[in-house]
């Protein structure tokens, strides 16, 4: 753990409680319709326990401090998962942020933390509505607070997909971004031009798609974050993933060159980005590009075919691999956190 922090970001891909749960509505039941059919509390639970096990071998085996989840139904299945890694990592107090969306498939995203390194004051927790035909997928904003009393403004995102077609759906993303990049700024005006900013999530778009340079002001330039005028900027950190290739690394294991694989082509979908007070050696939380890694631990998760996809747990309507984990990788960095001088 250290003078620092580890942060990661996982799509766990349709973490859902079990086909008759007392916990979902009658009108998700209705609208999940016979994807669920199959879906028990058995199976339920060895996807938290392949989950987990990934989510123990993180940092060097002693688990992220802070991670960001998306695709989960609620929040008693983000408790089995919790529980699951806390009985793993037993040294680690982890708790869960998470809050329910309207979402149409009744999908959210959530924050995992562990409660020795950070809190939640009361009313800290906003879910930013993104405004759309076909529904709204919401970006949660938690104003974590750091041991030392920092207050961190971190985003979780889970932008709309692009079912339908990329460039067909693309203006949902576009209004994400745009969802984003104002609360971004809201942030800095309610708690200070100095105050530091995470964003994570699956964008659905890769790092150089309009949704994210031009609507949710991101860029791959560090200078430009730092000198910006008008409106605050984010630095995306997935340069050392973005045009790297298929390959291997010194153990042999495969490395894949993206986080999600469509047809077999590699896209960088999950992507950490961050504000101009995580940049620099004047920042009290400064985020490190160098350290942005796709996880690929266990090698169980990596697939054996011609390119490393990962392997899915499917079910939700697709065939069930027990011995599978997501469609996504999952993505962590590290942060470093200085006292100011």
Sequence with gaps: MGNGYFVAWWNVENLFDEEHSPR??????????ESLVGWTAALRDRKVAQLASVIALMNGGAGPDLLGVCEVENEFVMGLLTDAVRAALPG???????????????????????????SVPAGEVFQHVVMRRTGTRELLQVNFQTAEGLTWAVFGNHWPSRSGGQFESAAYRAVAGETLAYFHQRALEVHGADTPVL????FNDEPSDLSLTQHA??????????????????WNLMGPVIGADDGTDAEGIPVPAGTFYFQNFANVLDQFLVGKNMIGPAAR????????????????????????APVPFGGMGKDVNQDGYSDHYPITMHVDHHEPE
Excluded at 24 to 33: D, F, I, T, V
Excluded at 109 to 114: E, G, K, P, S, Y
Excluded at 217 to 234: D, E
Excluded at 300 to 305: K, P
């Design 24 to 33: 979902r509505s009658e009108k998700l039941q209705r609208a999940l319709g």
């Design 92 to 118: 680690r107090d982890y708790r869960v942020v998470h809050a329910d969306t309207v979402d149409q498939r009744g999908i959210d995203v959530a924050f995992i933390f562990d409660a020795d390194l950070f």
């Design 199 to 202: 964003v994570m999530g699956d």
């Design 217 to 234: 002001l991101s860029t791959r330039q560090r200078s430009k974050v730092l000198g910006a005028i008008k409106a605050p900027l984010l």
């Design 285 to 308: 939380l400064r985020a490190h590009p160098a350290t942005v890694a796709i996880v690929t631990r266990p090698a169980a998760m990596i697939g054996t075919g011609t390119y490393p």
